[in-house]
């Protein structure tokens, strides 16, 4: 059988991927270089154009049971994390550049995968184009044309929600006079730099970020912001010691030279393994760029970095999930054409490629069927299908997982959720439940 895949970003790469090793001829169709997106800068494929961390590798987590769960089903992403992974504590990040070459080679060099750079401006009919079905898998930045087109298709306008970008600075330009090397909770941990700040300097960085100027919207977007990735002037606004216990909190971190945890924290997370470059840890905004010089720069131990990349923000387009798709992900509209990836109304990127890399199998007849919701993996296309007035895109937490019964306290029912995952998840794939 013949597929075509929309978009070669994470769940593009791992649907085409996943149906290629099962023995399936795909073509991939990826506008880049052609065009680009607001957001993407490299020519490569899988590109990760917000931060360059997959999140806590921890089971007790929704995003470790995921990422456990996408490495049995033989995840490219996961494999490409791995292979290209930079210290990070107990989070998974990667070298964005060495891991979007990594995943463009596999996709170049598959024997059953043709790749052709173009831009589809419309919802693909399989009949017409000869296929046995059509995955789109353009990512949040759905071209106008074809975001049209589907909008059309689907019957109702999309929705659209905002994303943003944290900074980048180059890590020799960091006053190491103000900065240590720590890991929270870790005592000879090295995996974060970080900048201590005292109360009088947090309360000066927060002041200049409320009053910062902001990049305003355009015309037509209505400007809605994810709650797990607001800009961090919005959080700001939000109350005086909303950063200081968010991603500025101090816990577990130290200074070494006063052996006390400061007021307040700001953690960089290097972007490769030589530790030339870090991102600024939960900075995601919106501030115009002479604002984001001038306000970060107020940070001790960021008066003269270099930005090798400043924030930004885009608008990011999902559809109506519950409303539009099947549980199968396929477009009620057009019988044949399924989605993957952010369009379907997840977030996060482990989250998207699962999309693409369970649909991939699904076509493929590798999985038995809908993956029980007690798993993360049943869990997220659970979230897909459960009907709402509000709907709105997710990330993987236990809170889309059915309930454990009776009361317990944190961290035994983080556990609980996690055996009864793992367990459940392992009985599916034999075809036990």
């Known amino acids: 059988m013949r597929y075509l895949v ?24 990826e506008m880049k270089p052609v065009r680009f997106s607001p957001a993407h800068t490299m020519p490569g494929f899988a590109e990760l154009v917000c931060s360059n961390s997959f999140r806590s590798q921890d089971l007790t987590s929704g995003i470790g049971l995921l990422q456990a769960e996408l490495r049995e089903l033989g995840s490219l992403v996961m494999a490409a994390a791995e292979a290209t992974r930079v210290p990070a504590g107990k989070a998974l990040a990667v070298d964005r550049e060495r891991f979007s070459a990594w995943i463009t080679e596999r996709i170049r060099q598959h024997p059953r995968i043709t790749v052709e750079h173009r831009e589809v401006t ?16 353009p990512g949040p930045l759905v071209s106008p044309a074809l975001a049209e087109d589907l909008a059309q298709t689907v019957g109702q306008r999309h929705l659209a929600f905002y994303d943003a970008i944290a900074p980048i600075v180059a890590t020799d330009s960091v006053d190491m006079s103000r900065a240590y090397w720590a890991s929270r909770h870790e005592a000879n941990g090295r995996d974060y730099l970080n ?57 577990g971190l130290p200074d070494p030279r006063t052996g006390r945890e400061p007021f307040a924290v700001v953690q960089l997370r290097p972007e ?8 600024l840890v939960g900075f995601q905004t919106k501030l115009t760029y002479p604002e984001q010089r001038r306000i970060f720069a107020l940070i001790p131990g960021l008066e003269k970095a270099e930005f090798l990349r400043l924030g930004s923000m885009h608008r990011n387009t999902f559809l109506h999930a519950p409303r539009v798709l099947t549980p199968y992900l396929e477009l009620r509209a057009r019988p044949g054409v399924f989605v993957a990836g952010q369009l379907t109304g997840v977030e996060g990127y482990l989250e998207s490629a699962a999309t693409g890399l369970w649909l991939g199998h699904f076509l493929a007849g590798q999985l038995p069927d809908l993956p029980p919701q007690e798993t993360a993996l049943g869990a997220l296309l659970g979230h897909l299908r459960t009907a709402r007035e509000d709907f709105q895109p997710s990330n993987i937490h236990f809170g889309l997982m059915p309930a454990l019964p009776g009361r317990q306290r944190k961290r035994a029912r983080k556990e609980a959720y996690s055996q009864r995952a793992r367990s459940v998840f392992a009985a599916w794939r034999t075809g036990g439940v």
Not at 17 to 27: D, I, K, N, P, Y
Not at 230 to 241: F, K
């Open 272 to 279: 490769n393994r030589e530790k030339t470059a870090c991102n």
């Open 195 to 251: 900048l201590p700040l005292t109360e009088a300097e947090y309360f000066r960085f927060l002041e200049a970020l409320r009053s910062g100027q902001t990049v305003p919207a355009h015309a037509f977007e209505e400007e809605r912001h994810f709650e797990g990735c607001l800009p961090i002037e919005v959080m700001a606004r939000r109350g005086d010691l909303t950063l200081a216990y968010g991603p500025m909190k101090p816990v």
């Open 122 to 137: 419309g919802v693909p009919d399989p009949a017409s184009v000869g296929v046995e079905a059509v995955i789109l898998a």
């Open 6 to 29: 929309v978009g070669a970003g994470l769940a593009g790469c791992e649907a085409a991927f996943a149906l290629a090793e099962a023995g399936h001829s795909v073509l991939v169709v």
